[in-house]
T-cell receptor, first 116, second 112 residues
Framework: AQKVTQAQTEISVVEKEDVTLDCVYE???????LFWYKQPPSGELVFLIR??????QNEISGRYSWNFQKSTSSFNFTITASQVVDSAVYFC?????????????FGAGTRLFVKA | NAGVTQTPKFQVLKTGQSMTLQCAQD?????MSWYRQDPGMGLRLIHY???????DQGEVPNGYNVSRSTTEDFPLRLLSAAPSQTSVYFC???????????FGPGTRLTVL
């Protein structure tokens, strides 16, 4: 079965703190894709990053970085020096192949509050 | 490009009524999906389609029907609305399952 677990329901930090959002996934497919999306208070869903199962390189984009580890089936997301504008719900998603029906499923999301 | 459009933005139904949520995309994407978002439960996949004429069930398909007669359109039909279907519904499209999804603005549905 395929599954995405975001164990942190809500996180609250003070501006300028670093924060890591956890994502653990399950799939039997050898080829799969992982994504992070952001949903700000306005409600739209915004794509942040994509990773395929063969690319374990970590990625940094400004204050955002992602750590993909196949050994632990994790794809964690770190925000460095958080800002109030980072307050949002963050979703991790998994796109699976033949054993999972070629669909994309999401975790329950982590709500991040960044206080000034 | 308009991207992914959804209509209506808001809808109130009475229990037992039926309706269709419309979704259209103008990006020539093959892959389209319907999700519902409920507090604390994230986005749950209702139905999806990997191309015109091909649809499949997601995690929570009961009470919903879909069809995909064209690449552009992917309507979601509620056959007999129930209060448990009160939710925000998002339609999404992507070039393939390997690519990021583009989401519509959502439809907020209330079933009384």
């Amino acid at each position: 079965a395929q599954k995405v677990t975001q164990a942190q329901t809500e996180i609250s930090v003070v501006e300028k703190e670093d924060v890591t959002l956890d994502c653990v996934y399950e799939t039997r497919d050898t080829t799969y894709y992982l994504f992070w999306y952001k949903q700000p208070p306005s409600g739209e869903l915004v794509f942040l990053i994509r990773r395929n199962s063969f690319d374990e390189q970590n990625e940094i984009s400004g204050r955002y970085s992602w750590n993909f580890q196949k050994s632990t089936s994790s794809f964690n997301f770190t925000i460095t020096a958080s800002q109030v504008v980072d307050s949002a719900v963050y979703f991790c998603a998994l796109s699976v192949g033949p054993t999972g029906g070629f669909k994309t499923i999401f975790g329950a999301g982590t709500r991040l509050f960044v206080k000034a | 490009n308009a991207g992914v459009t959804q209509t209506p933005k808001f809808q109130v139904l009475k229990t037992g009524q039926s309706m269709t949520l419309q979704c259209a995309q103008d990006m020539n994407h093959e892959y389209m999906s319907w999700y519902r978002q409920d507090p604390g439960m994230g986005l749950r996949l209702i139905h999806y389609s990997v191309g015109a004429g091909i649809t499949d069930q997601g995690e929570v398909p009961n009470g919903y029907n879909v069809s995909r007669s064209t690449t552009e359109d992917f309507p979601l039909r509620l056959l007999s609305a129930a209060p448990s279907q009160t939710s925000v519904y998002f339609c999404a499209s992507s070039y393939s399952r390997a690519n990021e999804q583009f989401f519509g603005p959502g439809t907020r549905l209330t079933v009384l």
